[in-house]
């Protein structure tokens, strides 16, 4: 059984920083998609952003929403089993809980494509 585990969220002043992690144990971490996602308070789950498994000879490839492109990285370090999203010049509309999940093999975008998820992490962004 796949566990995922975030932390790092905390509260943060508009245009600060922050890097999430999300620690996963159970199962063949490289081998699968991994992804951010986060749910604002009184709105629905949305996508962040996703990191495809690592190739042999290339680096996984990434993906963003809209919103947070040029703004927060993800990556993944495969021999710690850990996923992380470093986010900067955050804004207060990027206040949420931020869930890590895992997918399968081709990245996707939607929620219904992931199998596994954390707890979440509660980040909050003062104006």
């Known amino acids: 059984q796949v566990q995922l585990v975030e932390s790092g969220g905390g509260l943060v002043q508009a245009g600060g920083s922050l890097r999430l992690s999300c620690a996963a144990s159970?199962?063949?971490?490289?081998?699968?998609?991994m992804g951010w996602f986060r749910q604002p308070p009184g709105k629905e789950r949305e996508f962040v952003a996703a990191?495809?498994?690592?190739?042999?000879?290339?680096?996984?490839?990434?993906y963003y929403a809209d919103s947070v492109k040029g703004r927060f990285t993800i990556s993944r370090d495969n021999a710690k089993n850990t996923l992380y999203l470093q986010m900067n010049t955050l804004k207060p509309e990027d206040t949420a809980v931020y869930y890590c999940?895992?997918?399968?093999?081709?990245?996707?975008?939607?929620?219904?494509?992931?199998?596994?998820w954390g707890q979440g992490t509660q980040v909050t962004v003062s104006s």
């Open positions: 990191i495809g498994r690592s190739g042999r000879s290339s680096s996984s490839t990434t």
């Open positions: 159970g199962g063949t971490f490289s081998w699968y998609t």
């Open positions: 999940a895992q997918g399968g093999i081709v990245p996707a975008y939607e929620r219904t494509k992931y199998n596994y």
